[in-house]
């Protein structure tokens, strides 16, 4: 079993920062990637920000330049430094992690695990 936690969402004025984390725990031999996906009412599911186990990385033109993804490997757990809030930005936040979980035979890929989401509000 593989569990996710996520934290550091909240209320912000637009121009300011939160950082949100994720933490995976659990049967896990490796994680391939780690990254954070959002949702805004009435708008699909996207992709905000991903980094791989050899720490390259990915953006949504939209956050650019603004939010920075990290990873802590020794820890499961990834950061999303978020600044210059925009109103737009307002979503609830979801991890997302790709991974390889031990069984009793061979690790297994898992390549959708998901958190329970966090919501982050930008406004004034």
């Known amino acids: 079993q593989v569990q996710l936690a996520e934290s550091g969402g909240g209320l912000v004025q637009p121009g300011g920062s939160l950082r949100l984390s994720c933490t995976a725990s659990?049967?896990?031999?490796?994680?391939?990637?780690m990254g954070w996906y959002r949702q805004a009412p009435g708008k699909q599911r996207e992709l905000v920000a991903v980094?791989?186990?050899?720490?390259?990385?990915n953006y949504a033109d939209s956050v650019k330049g603004r939010f920075t993804i990290s990873r802590e490997n020794g820890k499961n757990t990834a950061y999303l430094q978020m600044n210059n809030l925009r109103p737009e930005d307002t979503a609830v936040y979801y991890c997302?992690?790709?991974?390889?979980?031990?069984?009793?035979?061979?690790?297994?890929?898992?390549?959708?695990?998901w958190g329970q989401g966090t919501q982050v509000t930008v406004s004034s």
């Open positions: 997302h992690v790709d991974l390889y979980a031990a069984t009793m035979t061979l690790p297994r890929r898992e390549p959708d695990h």
């Open positions: 980094v791989a186990n050899g720490g390259s990385t």
């Open positions: 659990g049967s896990i031999i490796s994680i391939n990637a």
